[in-house]
């Protein structure tokens, strides 16, 4: 965003309207700092966060609440963003304070297509207590787009990580992978999971 600050007066002007023009160059900087809108978008592997670099701080507004009432605390299991596969932005803090399965996936995995469905299936009936993230990789963006139409995933958020970045920083080695991250944003388990189990896990972890 630009910003101008107003020039200062003439010479010879007197001093009380030299120390007017610069409290407002103050306010009109200050003004503008704080007006900083987000940045262009980029893939998801460019804006996805390390765990290293990231601060410690509060969840946005949108993150379950504790029971007290205040905003979760992000974990470092979640200090990550990105973009879905529709372009939508997207950050897992707002999903601090609940439980979380990750599901990495690659559009040519035939073990994904069969674990497809169940996602599909239960993703929606979980969506607020137990949410279900897909993270898309190993592939071109057209073929995602195409599996999640496929098996109807339309209505659970996949993540377009086409570079791997959220890949590597979970060290995720194979397709298809289930990563659990509880709602203390401990990660308890991460591997395979059929479509029994993981129903199984993500009703116990709803409770």
């Not at 101008?4 to 030299?18: I, K, Y």
């Not at 998801?44 to 946005?60: F, G, K, R």
């Not at 009936?125 to 787009?145: C, H, N, S, W």
């Not at 659990?180 to 479509?195: A, M």
Request: hydrophobic fraction near 45%; include cysteine.
């Amino acid at each position: 965003m630009r910003s101008s600050s107003p020039s200062n007066g003439p010479e010879g002007r007197p001093a009380a309207r030299l120390a007017v023009a610069a409290t407002l160059a103050g306010t009109l900087l200050a003004a503008s700092a704080c007006a900083v809108g987000p940045t262009s978008a980029q893939p998801a592997a460019e804006v996805a966060v390390p765990v290293a670099t990231a601060p410690t701080s509060a969840a946005p507004s949108s993150a379950a609440p504790t029971p007290t009432g205040a905003p979760a605390v992000v974990p470092d299991a979640l200090r990550f963003t990105g973009r879905t596969l529709d372009g939508t932005a997207f950050s897992a803090a707002a999903l601090a304070g609940r439980p979380v399965v990750l599901w990495f996936w690659a559009p040519w995995c035939a073990t994904c297509a069969s674990q497809a469905w169940t996602v599909a299936e239960i993703a929606p009936k979980y969506r607020d207590t137990v949410p279900i993230v897909g993270v898309a990789g190993l592939g071109e963006q057209k073929a995602m787009r195409s599996f999640v139409t496929e098996f109807e995933l339309g209505g659970t958020t996949q993540i377009d990580d086409r570079a791997g970045a959220l890949w590597r920083r979970f060290e995720i080695v194979e397709q298809s992978t289930f990563l659990i991250i509880d709602r203390d944003g401990k990660v308890v388990h991460q591997g395979f999971l059929d479509g029994e189990d993981l129903t199984r896990r993500v009703a116990a972890l709803a409770g």
